[in-house]
């Protein structure tokens, strides 16, 4: 006997669940239902089947094609225009020649088929329908029998004044071929309110099998939640993928559960997912395939399809959420709420009970959601940030994003330009370098590769070979699990913003230029750029002289590329280096942070073991340093800053000025103004920053996150160059970092992050800039306000929905009360209509 899968459902009450796709592809423990519903009847012994399709049809023929997979033999049929559950049998008339069952490809069920047809099979009509008895039979059409099971009426979704019986018509049939000649072709014609009613009255026997097992219609999110909970409680028989363990907890293959997180009871992992330490999945939560559970994410209640991403410290209850979707550390997700297909949930966002966000949808960081969004969609508003082009690995940097950006990159220079690549020793940063490749390549763009480098490698050779431009993708040292990808220009320095924003506007209307077969970029593999570069920092370091008679300094170098050099610049510069991580590590370029301290707990009882002169920390890039001084005190990035400016200061022989962000403390002109000595403020980003030390009248530039320049040898930041010039300068003055650190002026400087709306924005920096007609402010970057007491700056984050205050008091107790007067202001602003 053949099987007809009734497959055309759309499944409006059920969206965003069915945004995109048709309602028997909606994933139940994740299997489609309609593969469930394959496997029912394959288990009963019916291996061919006919698919009736009417709403996207293609998800469906897509996923099982010809059935192969499955043991079965799948046809479809396709209706053109919809034609109701009978029309759309009657278009597959040509492949049913025999008594054929029927069944909805779109309702779970676990009902022995093989009963209902052997009712048939012993009775001489030619429809039998399976019938369920239900508590409450008023959303059914309910079905009255005799007591040979013979039909007497039907009524579709009675009142209770109409209930006179609690058996249900579940949609599974057994027909004859003779029904066809009584539906009429080619228009909407439906099987309980049309067909049954007119066979009964041309005197047709119909008769009802009452069954039993269990069977539910899909069709609204709550039931869509029951029929999970049915499945785990084992009140459904229906297949669960993966292997059983304890509690019953299913376990897909491939799936990786740290030891240290919490699995309740009837949990199940799809295949390949990961679970980060600390997370817990509490009772009834499902997780789909290729999943990653951050740290400490905390879910219970929930279904979660698959290739999502749930970040750390993230908290589910009750919710759904659809596949790829992008769920933020510390976002709250209340129960009853429903999360569409590729929707971004931004850090710390709290979407409200029942609400349904539909797909592609972006919620703010920090917003609230308290209604459901269906027509609004905020997009990507940007490219580039502040950390070049940034995101989670394979979330939202692709190998498909780089590519395409690479090739808007490559399309703004000329053709068969040259562009330095690089990227650190990760291997997501190989495969997004590779993509890049690719993707100049196909632009007509030649490729320099440096293959592993750190960004100071990449600037030098960008600068030094006159080539057009620069790339380094590397893992972010914030965040182990996100990319960044930055791109230099000629001086190897970050894109001008307007630059930025022309490779944006291509890549955004993909508008790239294509090179023709002899055209098309090469690859070159430059075989001496260390050499090159290690020359080019030992003659900006030895240019006054040896850098030391003889010291000992113990350096972490991060798993960076610095291992590549500093062995042998360290022998040259006389430093006696005693080397920590001094290799690089595909498995472990980032850390979290609780490796970070362990690492800087190693350090700082290094320098006391061997009583050396200085501890220094490196980033992965190799471009920020963490000082400890002989002590084994370890200096925060704004005192050491002051540090490094106090010794530029006390050390060089020009009258060179000094360059650093506007957020950093009035600490730096007190110490500038002793050596007559300029200090220019600049924005906060990196290219801020560079701009100014390009210029010939600074000679030093420092940022607040431990990146420090010195434009003799490269205009961005480089450990091994700090590293160079801080023991030449300490040796100069022979004096150490303890020493220098008790002599600096101390600083009181806050920082508090305020939620804002993007729309609200405007509103907040409107109001700020009204109060120059009270004070004096500067408006360099942000409003920077100048207070008695102190100073603050108001500085809207460039892509989260964050207003950042900054202040700085002559005292703890005024820069709290200014940074609470700001913090306030902000929030009050961003309140008005």
Not at 420 to 428: G, K, P, T
Request: some cysteine.
């Amino acid at each position: 006997m053949k099987a007809v899968i009734m497959a055309g459902g759309e499944g409006t009450r059920l969206r965003p669940l069915t945004s995109m796709r048709p309602k028997p592809m909606v994933p139940i423990v994740n299997q489609p239902v309609m593969e469930h519903i394959i496997g029912l009847v394959k288990h009963h012994g019916m291996d061919e089947v006919v698919a009736t399709l009417m709403f996207m049809p293609q998800v469906i023929e897509d996923y099982f094609g010809d059935g192969d997979e499955w043991g079965v033999k799948i046809s479809y049929a396709i209706e053109e225009s919809p034609l109701g559950t009978a029309g759309s049998v009657k278009n597959a008339e040509e492949a049913l020649t025999e008594p054929f069952l029927v069944i909805s490809g779109d309702a779970l069920t676990d009902i022995d088929l093989r009963e209902v047809i052997d009712f048939h099979n012993s009775h001489d009509g030619p429809v039998t329908i399976a019938l369920k008895r239900v508590p409450d039979p008023l959303e059914f059409g309910v079905v009255i029998t005799d007591e040979s099971g013979r039909i007497q009426r039907f009524l579709e979704k009675p009142s209770w004044g109409q209930v006179f019986s609690d058996t249900i018509n579940t949609g599974i049939y057994v027909l004859d071929p003779m029904i066809f000649e009584h539906i009429p072709s080619d228009e909407p014609y439906d099987f309980s309110s049309q067909l049954f009613p007119d066979l009964m009255e041309k005197g047709f026997p119909l008769y009802g099998c009452v069954v039993e097992g269990y069977w539910c219609d899909v069709g609204s999110l709550d039931s869509y939640m029951q029929v999970h909970k049915d499945i785990l409680d084992g009140n459904a028989m229906i297949y669960v993928p993966g292997a059983k363990a304890r509690n019953d907890v299913w376990v897909g293959k491939g799936a990786d559960v740290d030891p240290g997180a919490h699995i309740g009871n009837k949990v199940v992992i799809g295949a390949n997912t990961k679970v980060r330490r600390g997370a817990v999945l509490g009772d009834y939560t499902i997780i789909g395939d290729n999943c990653l559970v951050g740290y400490d994410a905390d879910l219970g209640h929930s279904i979660i399809w698959s290739d999502s991403f749930i970040g750390a410290g993230s908290e589910l209850k009750g919710t759904v959420v659809c596949r790829r979707a992008d769920i933020r550390a510390r976002a709250k997700l209340l129960p009853g709420s429903t999360i569409g297909d590729e929707t971004m949930v931004g850090h710390a966002a709290v979407v409200g009970n029942d609400v349904q966000v539909y797909p592609y949808k972006r919620i703010e960081s920090g917003a609230t959601v308290t209604s459901s969004l269906i027509w609004e969609n905020t997009a990507l508003r940007s490219l580039f940030g502040a950390d070049g082009v940034s995101g989670l690995v394979n979330i939202d940097i692709t190998p498909e994003l780089a590519l395409r950006v690479a090739q808007a990159f490559g399309s703004i220079l000329p053709n068969l330009a040259h562009v330095v690549v690089s990227r650190d020793s990760s291997r997501a940063a190989r495969m997004m370098k590779r993509a890049l490749v690719a993707g100049l390549n196909s632009a007509g763009t030649n490729v320099r590769d440096l293959r592993v480098a750190s960004p100071a490698i990449t600037r030098f050779t960008t600068r030094d070979t006159r080539c057009l431009g620069g790339v380094h993708v590397a893992a972010s040292p914030e965040d182990p699990q996100s990319l960044e990808i930055h791109f230099y220009d000629r001086d190897g320095i970050e894109l001008a913003p307007w630059v930025e924003k022309k490779v944006e506007r291509l890549y955004f209307r993909q508008e790239f230029r294509r090179s023709f077969f002899d055209e098309v970029g090469e690859i070159m593999y430059p075989p001496r750029a260390l050499e090159y570069y290690t020359a080019g920092l030992n003659e900006a370091l030895l240019h006054d002289g040896p850098i030391c008679k003889k010291c000992t300094v113990v350096v972490d170098m991060g798993l960076s590329a610095a291992s590549f050099v500093l062995p042998v610049a360290g022998a040259t510069w006389g430093i006696e280096v005693i080397a920590l991580r001094p290799f690089i590590d595909t498995e472990k370029t980032r850390v979290a942070s609780v490796e970070r301290d362990a690492h800087m707990g190693q350090l700082v009882r290094t320098v006391d073991m061997f009583q050396a002169d200085m501890g220094l920390s490196m980033d992965a890039n190799a471009e920020r340093v963490t000082l400890v001084t002989p002590r084994g005190v370890t200096l925060d990035n704004d005192t050491a800053l002051h540090a490094l400016v106090w010794l530029w200061c006390e050390t060089d022989k020009s009258s060179a000025g000094i360059a650093v962000p506007l957020t950093a403390s009035r600490v730096i002109e007190r110490i500038a103004e002793k050596t007559g000595r300029t200090v220019i403020r600049t924005g906060t980003s990196r290219r801020a920053l560079s701009n100014a030390a390009h210029s010939e009248s600074v000679g030093f530039a420092g940022s607040r996150n431990g990146g420090f320049i010195f434009p003799r040898f490269l205009i961005a930041p480089d450990a091994l160059m700090t590293l160079g010039m801080l023991v030449r300068m300490l040796t100069e003055l022979d004096t150490d970092l303890d020493a220098v650190v008790e002599a600096l002026p101390e600083f009181y400087l806050r920082h508090v992050p305020v939620h804002c709306p993007f729309d609200k924005k405007g509103a907040v920096m409107r109001r700020m800039a009204a109060l120059g007609e009270t004070h004096e402010v500067e408006m360099t970057e942000g409003v920077r306000v100048l207070e008695p007491h102190g100073w603050a700056l108001v500085l809207p984050h460039a892509s989260d929905s964050i207003v950042n205050v900054y202040v700085e008091g002559d005292s703890d107790a005024a820069a709290d009360a200014l940074a609470e007067q700001y913090s306030e202001f902000v929030r009050q602003a961003s309140d008005e209509e």
